[in-house]
């Protein structure tokens, strides 16, 4: 079957009484293609992976998982996906190894398989040391890796991380994406959310989501490039806070920021941008500064983004 | 499917023998109760401690009075002298009852008239009072009886070997002794058997509600009825090992009889716990923490127990709270526990209690077992 790894959803819907907390939305992830769903808290991401793995069902609007409708085949959804919840959710009161050999007959690994599985996913997580200690007692990295490694130890071809690296030390973070990379690279397909805007550039493709509406999607170049209208400007100046402010109100900076020992504005129009921020240095009588183009981080592009949105939807209201 | 199971059941008994709080509450607190009621419940019903007030004053009333502290049931603490203090030491419990002779007791019975005594006994405990009462009989009956002889051989001049009369022995069956311990152990375990298997499964399923495994296991292809076997299967096995500490300790320690099959026993606890085991299954999808879940369970089993006629017959109660009664399930596991131990009857009389308990037990597990599988959705 081509489609036994791939996710698709049209129109999905989810509302909580009166409020929508996902809007409509619409995507689809191919087959072994690791996918970022990106967005601030409260944006709809859980509640989105929580509708695909059959914890909620949508108010309204279809998809499919691993080709299987999540409205009427959840049963059958449920033997081939994995699935890491938010919040930590181990067993604190058993071992690393009671842990991993619930789930193991929780998804009915075959018996002879069972030791070598164990032995793999308590290997790609590094746990060896450990395995024989309460999981109460790790720290919140190694919990993680565990979770991780419950959550395929029945080789699913779908897996689903809400937010895996959240609390995370930068170390454990890069081996996280390695262990995530190597499952895409075996065929795993993996939807990813996270908010940690530079763990997008690890994903093949992304959906920014905002306020339930997906409001971006493609890979990280089409983003930083094709999606992004905006130009981002370094500024290099001395004492670089003094002048925040004056820049950030200058018609066409749409937002700065200190970064470091330079200012990043965002601006519309290049050239215009440029000129208004020259002319302020010179009648200061400044010469020591440098305004340069830089290519957008994708963080950028997602703060310019959710800006847009937000003016688009202010003024809409108004008027 | 079976595979899914004992996975649950495995993971359930290691986390709840792995936790010392729990080894404690489950072993330590139904021996406690045991020596509660093994201990404080038989001092009640002998040396009762009664009050004396007697305005007759004569050798009769004395003889008769000597009858009453001679046996071992009344206990003499205070001598009155005038009405005020018999209410007062009522009223203050001072004393669980009054034996009262009036005037002209002596008389009428020296007379051919039949005499009076009062027995003025605090029926708070109505139980205790018709046990105390009933000793109070036997002791003025035997008095009757040897009144009767002596004036018959003053009638015929020589002693008589006995007298042609219905001696109405007031034998009581299976407690012949009245022991309240005997009554009450056997309560104590479906007591425990309730209590604990409504805790400990409410308080196990809402936990994994709470941090967040049964989103985990709802994300898994377990189904809930796997779920259910899984959760519920320890806490059944968990109650028939309290139900034999209990009755060890019962017959060993505080030498309560036990009279009736073992397998009985064991059997109608299994159906009685499909009946509480439902209800905590029920209380788990009513409650989202583990403290709301204790709650629901207090406020269930406070009611059941006194409606299960374990400290008050069921026959004191006012008649619509007796209808009430019969849809209580502990009042019929208790009927079936104190009949296994003190009357050994077996299945041939116990079959209708047992019968019900496992209609209801069906009806209440099917009820909760669809109310959880909707609410895990
Ligand atoms: N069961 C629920 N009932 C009511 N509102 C809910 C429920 N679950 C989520 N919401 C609301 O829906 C919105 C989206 O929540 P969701 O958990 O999907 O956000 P998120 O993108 O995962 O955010 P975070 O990064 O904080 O995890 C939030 O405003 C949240 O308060
Ligand atoms: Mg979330």
Redesign the interface.
Same mark, same amino acid.
């Not at chain 1, 919040?87 to 058993?94: E, G, I, P, T």
């Not at chain 2, 989103?215 to 377990?222: C, T």
């Given at each position: 079957m081509p489609e036994n790894n791939t996710v698709a959803v049209t129109s999905l819907e989810k509302k909580f009484g009166n409020f929508t907390a996902v809007n409509r939305i619409n995507f689809e992830v191919s087959g072994g293609e690791i996918f970022g769903f990106l967005g601030p808290n409260g944006a709809g991401k859980s509640t989105t992976i929580r509708m695909l793995?059959?914890?909620i *069902?949508p108010t309204s609007g279809s998809g499919k998982v691993g080709g299987f409708d999540i409205i009427k085949e959840q049963?059958k959804i449920?033997?081939n996906?994995g699935?890491m919840?938010q919040?930590?959710?181990?067993?604190?009161?058993?071992t690393v190894e009671?842990n991993i050999?619930?789930?193991s007959?929780?998804?009915?690994v075959p018996k002879d398989e069972k030791q070598a599985r164990k032995e793999k996913i308590i290997g790609l997580a590094g746990l060896e040391a450990f395995r024989h200690r309460l999981t109460s007692t790790l720290s919140g990295g190694w919990k993680q890796r565990l979770a991780l490694g419950c959550a395929i130890i029945h080789k699913p071809k779908i897996i689903f991380l809400d937010e895996p690296t959240s609390g995370v030390d930068p170390i454990t973070r890069n081996n996280f994406w390695a262990i995530i990379k190597d499952m895409a690279r075996n065929g795993i397909t993996v939807f990813v959310t996270t908010h940690y805007m530079d763990e997008a550039e690890n994903c093949g493709r992304m959906a920014l989501i905002y306020k339930g509406s997906i409001i971006a999607m493609g890979t990280p170049e089409e983003m930083k490039t094709k999606i992004m209208k905006n130009t981002v400007l370094d500024i290099r100046v001395a004492k670089g806070e003094d002048w925040l402010d004056k820049i950030e109100t200058l018609k066409g900076v749409e937002e700065a920021a200190l970064f470091g020992v330079s200012i990043h504005a965002v601006v519309k129009d290049e050239r215009a941008a440029i000129d208004a921020i020259k002319d302020i240095f010179k009648r200061s009588g400044l010469k020591d500064y440098k305004v340069t183009k830089i290519k957008a981080t994708l963080e950028d592009v997602f703060v310019s983004l959710i800006e847009d949105y937000d003016k688009e939807h202010d003024e809409s209201k108004k008027s | 499917m079976f595979?899914?199971i004992?996975?649950?059941l495995?993971?359930e008994f290691?986390?709840i023998f792995?936790?010392p709080r729990m080894r404690s509450i489950i072993f330590l607190s139904p021996l406690i109760q045991v020596m509660i009621f093994g201990y404080a419940a038989t001092m009640d019903i002998d040396h009762v401690p009664t009050a004396v007030y007697d305005l007759d004053n004569t050798k009769q009333s004395r003889d008769l009075l000597r009858e009453f502290s001679y046996s071992k049931y009344f206990e003499f603490k205070y001598y009155l002298s005038s009405l005020e203090e018999l209410r007062d030491v009522i009223d203050r419990s001072k004393v669980f009852g009054v034996i009262k002779f009036d005037r002209g007791f002596a008389r009428d019975v020296i007379g051919n008239k039949s005499a009076e005594l009062q027995l003025i006994l605090d029926g708070t405990d109505s139980n205790a009072a018709s046990i105390i009462l009933g000793y109070a009989g036997q002791i003025v009956g035997n008095y009757n009886y040897r009144a009767l002889k002596e004036r018959a051989r003053a009638l015929v001049g020589n002693e008589i070997s006995s007298i042609p009369m219905v001696d109405l022995r007031d034998r009581r069956w299976f407690n012949e002794n009245l022991e309240s311990k005997n009554y009450y152990l056997p309560g104590v375990i479906s007591l425990i058997v309730t209590l604990m298997s409504l805790l400990l499964t409410s308080m196990a399923i809402v936990r994994e509600k709470e941090?967040?495994?049964m989103?985990?296991?709802?994300? *898994?292809?377990?189904t809930p009825f796997e779920l259910i076997l899984g959760k519920l299967t320890p806490f059944a096995i968990i109650a028939l090992m309290q139900v034999t500490l209990i009755t060890i300790v019962g017959v060993l320690w505080f030498h309560i009889p036990i009279r009736g099959s073992l397998v009985l026993l064991f059997f109608s606890t299994l159906v009685y716990l499909l009946t509480s085991l439902g209800i905590g299954l029920f209380i788990s999808t009513i409650s989202a923490t583990q403290q709301e879940a204790m709650m629901s369970v207090f406020l269930y089993n406070f009611p059941s127990i006194l409606l299960s006629g374990f400290a008050y017959p069921i026959a004191d109660m006012p008649k619509v709270i007796q209808y009430v009664t019969l849809f209580n399930p502990l009042r019929y596991y208790l009927v079936i526990v104190r009949s296994i131990f003190l009357k050994g009857i077996g299945i041939y009389y116990l079959w209708q209690p047992i019968l019900i308990l496992f209609v209801m037990g069906l009806t209440i597990i099917t009820l909760s077992s669809l109310r959880f599988r909707k609410s895990l959705?």
């Open positions: 793995c059959g914890i *069902s049963g449920k033997q996906i699935y919840s919040r930590f959710s181990l067993y604190d009161d058993l009671e050999d619930f789930y007959g929780i998804y009915r | 595979e899914r004992f996975s649950i495995k993971k290691l986390q792995r936790d941090i967040g495994t989103e985990q296991l709802v994300v *898994s292809p377990i959705g």
